[in-house]
């Protein structure tokens, strides 16, 4: 199983960004996929995520700026990133949760500059 992100970058803060993340592999079923963010000196932490059943998760610091969204067809996840603001700089990663395990992307640099 691979998780291969893109997207991300440079924006100024009030801006927007969209971060995919494709995953290949076989699997019968995955369980919820996501994305996490780590910033400088912090834990990981949820970002926004969606179970198989197609409920969603968001971090109280990006609801109603965020919006996750899958394409099954694609086996694709992508992270829409509005309103950014500084406090928004981190990696971010693109997670996968099937039965036989935890899978992750790469990680790519969101930097909002102020």
């Known amino acids: 199983v691979q998780l291969v992100q893109s997207g991300g970058g440079l924006v100024q803060a009030g801006g927007s960004l969209t971060l995919s993340c494709a995953v290949s592999?076989?699997?019968?079923?995955?369980?919820?996929v996501g994305w996490y963010r780590q910033a400088p000196g912090k834990e990981r932490e949820l970002v926004a995520r969606i179970v198989s059943g197609g409920d969603t998760a968001y971090g109280d610091s990006v609801k109603g700026r965020f919006t996750i969204s899958r394409d099954n067809a694609k086996r694709t996840v992508d992270l829409q990133m509005n309103s950014l603001k500084a406090e928004d700089t981190a990696v971010y990663y693109c997670n996968l949760n099937l039965p036989m395990g935890t899978f992750w992307g790469q990680g790519t640099q969101v930097t909002v500059s102020s």
């Open positions: 592999g076989r699997f019968l079923r995955w369980l919820a």
